[in-house]
């Protein structure tokens, strides 16, 4: 294997007008936000090579590696919610009001790794030698207009639905079901992807951000939480996030709001019970007493939120495939529940339509065995001129229909500040 060309520092999001605007498939995964547990390496793969979709990742597994260098046999794509009825042989919900594949990974001839610390951009070519695309100022037009909005639950709705999840909770049915709501809409014209996708990385700026556009499609993500991250000798790490608290922009105030969330015993009653999910699901492939929970409630803070998150750690065993790993702890506990069959269950009776992509896993496979996934959540979705996103929050024994309620608002800030989208028309929905 060549060992890769480097080529002068330039910032992720710098190429993406131009080729946005050239009309090749590409997936970025984007670190716009640097964190204790990551955020150095952007990704930005271009001109697929080969393309993998739909329900059945048999084919994918055999295309995975353990052997190769990493980027010698990279796959980049996301896992949707929807395998959940493949994986656990559960019952399929309504389409998506944009129907996707349930997955798709693509291989690409070029992949640029950006090391944000060193300021390097290493450059791995797979058969042909395709240019890298030119360098164009950030920005854009996204200023764009919007119709149609719609939610497919009204509050009225949102909030019997959370009533009877409680009532569940209350009766031993279960001890936390994650509830969620999805607004729809069309852009009067075609949107600028990147435009979007920048003004979101702006706005609310994340670690596991990402945009993935083939046709006239495109996923554009801003996620603060890991999925599973796995490296190459088998070590793996998940950092649920369940929790989540409003930001204010007085100083004082958001300390406090900060603080009240740090020592909320809903909160870290509702984390403790995905930490015991994820645990359970890392155990099902990990080596017998290697996964341990190696920190518990800390507070992160983003742009429109904070939230807390746990971390839980364990070592791939030998006999089990990455991709076999991933698809015991899909989907994320985080987006689920407790016991997490049942909660997938009776949220898949309540919502009305299927979740697509959301609730998924955003990322990539390396061919030396290496993973890493982001939960989908913070992300909209797009085809042609309709686009979607979807909020939504747990509900545990404390929890209240009017506070989960707000808690979807809150969650729904960001992706609406870089839709133009007022917070009082949401609410109205």
Known sequence: MLQPETCDWREPLDYLPALTATGVDFTLLYSGMRTPYGGQFSILAMHPDTVLEGSDTGALEQQLTTDLPAYANAWLGYLGYGLKNRFEKLTQDDPSHIHLPDYRFVKYETVLVFDHDAKVVYVHRQGASNPLPDIAKKGGKNDVKIANLASDMTKAEYLGKVAHILEAVRGGVLYQANLTRKFTG??????????LFIKLAEVSPAPYSALIRWGDTAIISSSPEQFLRMDAAGNVETRPIKGSARRSADPAED?????????????????????????????RGCEVGSVKTESLFDISTYATVHHMASTVTGKRREAVSPLKLVTQCFPPGSMTGAPKIRAMELCSELEPRGRGVYSGAIGWFGGDGSVDLSVVIRTLVVQGNRFEFQVGGAIVHDSTPEGEWEETLVKARGLAKALGIDEDVLRAL
């Open 186 to 195: 069309e852009f009067s014209e075609k949107p600028d992807i990147a435009a």
């Open 255 to 283: 300390t406090r709001i900060r603080d009240a969330l740090a020592a909320s015993e809903k909160d870290r009653s509702e984390n403790l019970m995905i930490v015991d999910l994820m645990r359970n699901d890392l155990a």
